[in-house]
């Protein structure tokens, strides 16, 4: 057997899936759905590599179930994706509660499939001969149309899903919780760009284009392995994302019952501001509004009250706001000689996009701007005499 690039590359993605996926199955560490979720999710992406190694050497005739039930994982990539990301923003995901009904569809499918492969034997092999060649039928080619559909829906709720507790978010949270959200999004936004290739993987070999379809597989192997090396970047930078910790429940309604009083509001506001600008709590990159209410002795969800109703910010905003301005202070002083990026970091931010773009909001400058023009305000240019 003559290994190709694709084949090489296939090779060594099938085997960091399957890794992966095994190491996601039997963590036990954290949020046990989450991770077994994940796990499957991986699971399957290697099973599907795996096949396309078989189809590229036209071995696929020693394995004909295996081609043909490895259709019907088109309709769990959605539906384990959206599942994950439910159990990532809600802490009480209730996964033996109703949620058995998104996997329906693929159930009914496979079922279907291992009717036709034992008790039509005679057609099995021209069944998966027209598979390989791109000839199938009319019916076949609905049922993938309505499998990529179905995935394509899952891929917006899941998104819907983390554009909402993105927003809910505020209230609770400072970098750690934007570090596992941004892990949800490099997911999501990965699946789609796989969503989109198989798309084409299976449209093209139909049109007038068929001559590039070996391109498209390339592109989608390359991706594939751009994929599954980023996760595990990002296992080895932050080992807790593979541990399954959920954010806070998505957004509940806000003060519902409250029994906070007035005075007890402005008397914890004025400790509140004291913990921040006495000690300092900014600086904690991975400070949490359950972290904060701990040292006032308070629950967070009066902390949050207090946070909105009496400074009209969110947590998140509310941090960074001592943040930007302990930034500005260090940027002024022409006597300090850290960088922007140190800046950053002494003031509680990990992230450089993430200060960057926060402390143009405040600012409408750049911390670089900010300390040029710092600069020059304490030292002007001389003027020429009249």
Known sequence: MNLNLNAILLLLVAFQLFFIAIFSLTNKKGNRTGNLLLGTFFLILAINATDILLQIYNVWSFFPLFLLLDDSFLLLFGP????????????????LKKKWIHFVPFILCLLGLLTFYFLEKAPIAYALETISKANLPKGAILFVIIAYLHGGVYLWLSKRVVTLQGKAMKDYHSNLARINLDWLHFMINSFIGLWVLGVLLTVVPYTSY??????????????????????????????????????????????????????????????????????????????????LAKILDLPPKELSQIINQSFEKHFFDFVNSYRIDEAKKLLRDTQNTMTIQEVMYSVGFSS??????????????????????????????????S
């Open 352 to 385: 450089k996009s993430s200060f960057n773009t926060i402390f143009k909001k405040k600012t409408k400058q750049t911390p670089s701007q900010f300390r040029l023009s710092s600069s020059a305000k304490i030292n002007p240019k001389k003027g020429s005499s």
């Open 80 to 95: 384990l994706i959206y599942l994950y990301t439910l159990s990532c923003v809600d802490e009480h995901f209730p996964f």
């Open 210 to 291: 068929r001559p590039y379809v070996n391109g498209i597989l390339f592109g989608f192997i390359v991706f594939l392995f751009y994929f599954i090396n980023k996760v595990i970047f990002k296992a080895l930078k932050h080992s807790e994302l593979f541990s399954g910790i959920p954010f806070s429940t998505l957004a509940k309604k806000k003060y519902s019952g409250s029994t906070l009083s007035a005075d007890k509001q402005n008397r914890f506001r004025e400790a509140l501001v004291l913990q921040m600008e006495t000690e300092k709590r900014y600086l904690d990159p991975d400070l949490t509004l359950t972290d």
